[in-house]
């Protein structure tokens, strides 16, 4: 979908910003939820590491707070403008969504939060 090497790619695979070539999550899968959030601690392509310092993805919640809107933003352009559904419906359908993709807005933010700090280096790539 997007071309290795652009921070696009980094942050909807959730993969090292540095290398691209590692997922930064423990489980691949953000619905399964006790380990939506837990990542290694280092690259173990490249060994970058992902907590530049301590609470670092404490900042990340600025950015979800973005993340929210957009998914809601959409939520409502395809209730409203697609289902014609009443301010009801468009509300819960709202709410719904960012329940739903809760834990998918969470790693979103994370990934574009360490992408502010780390670009992609191309020397770092595995070597085959
Ligand atoms: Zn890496």
């Known amino acids: 979908m997007f071309k290795k090497g652009t921070k696009l790619y980094s942050i909807f695979t959730g993969t090292c910003?540095?290398?691209h070539e590692e997922s930064m999550y423990t489980n691949k899968n953000p619905y399964i939820l006790s380990e939506a959030l837990s990542m290694n601690e280092k690259?173990?392509?490249c060994g970058t590491k992902y907590k530049i310092e301590p609470s670092f993805f404490y900042g990340a919640m600025y950015v979800s707070y973005a993340v929210g809107i957009a998914f809601a933003v959409a939520a409502f352009v395809?209730?409203?403008l697609v289902f014609n559904a009443g301010r009801n419906i468009i509300f819960i359908s709202i709410i719904g969504t960012l329940v739903v993709f809760?834990?998918?807005?969470?790693?979103l933010s994370r990934n574009i939060w360490i992408n502010f700090f780390m670009s992609y280096d191309k020397s770092l790539t595995k070597k085959k």
Do not use: D, T
Request: glycine fraction near 0%.
């Open 78 to 80: 395809i209730s409203f």
């Open 102 to 107: 809760m834990p998918i807005i969470m790693r």
């Open 17 to 19: 910003p540095k290398c």
């Open 43 to 45: 690259c173990s392509n």
